[in-house]
């Protein structure tokens, strides 16, 4: 592996705004293509922020099951190209899972999970891989909130933009071991995903915590991860609420008063 990183300093920019009658200097966070590769082959284009870039190839590669898991990848390449991020990672060839579905868009900030057919195909790769089975055991409000009054100190990305999400791992406590940023939510779990697997304890159980609201590709994205709760600033859709019930999922959310909103797994099962 190598140890090169998508550097901080590369994450936002500074530009001269106007601010009533002044000129102030203005943070302002990067989205720039970066390409993922496997083998050498182009796979993807996300667009993203370009810091961390290991992590969220390594984290996409999985969530999206093209590789079938960290040990089958050798090596990680990045180059810089005019702005330009590329990501090569090197995978042994039985480690690579040929589903047909090669990505050929662009991948864009607000991206989910492009081309799989049904929930029940989610079900089913959950099942064949063996992930999705959280630790059992509840995680306390009290953890969730200490999580969230933690965070955004480890947002060093969002103080000096102010317009990027984040994505933390927490242990069952609720103190934050781990945390990306990306200016896509899905990205900054992808990010944080890879992370945790390229780390020395990637099966350490804990709950994520974003900033961002609840989707179902987050859902899923923490079944992948075998997370034991995803908490999030705003609430659940009701497809996430589905897929929280299929997957496996508990989900809780920021309510009125920093109180923790729980989202009972039965509640997918309502109809408006």
Known sequence: MTNATGRASDAYTRRSVQVGEESVAWSLAVEAPVEIRLNGVPWTVMLATPADVE?????LALTERRITDRQAIEEIRVSGWL????VDLQVRPEGLHDDGRSRTLIGKTGCGLCGLESLAAFRARLDEDGRGNAPLGAIEDGAIQA???ALPMQQPLNQATRSVHAAAWCRPDGEILLVREDVGR?????????ARE??????????????????YELVYKAAIARAMLLATISAPTTLALTWSETLGVPLASSG?????VRFPQEVAHATG
């Open 55 to 59: 992590d969220l190839a390594v984290g």
């Open 256 to 260: 009125p008063g920093g109180h923790v």
């Open 198 to 215: 390229r780390g020395p304890t990637p099966d350490e159980p804990g709950f994520v915590v974003m900033t961002s609201r609840c989707s």
């Open 83 to 86: 702005g330009d991020v590329s």
């Open 186 to 194: 899905h990205n900054a779990l992808d990010k944080l995903i890879g």
């Open 147 to 149: 999580a969230w009054a």
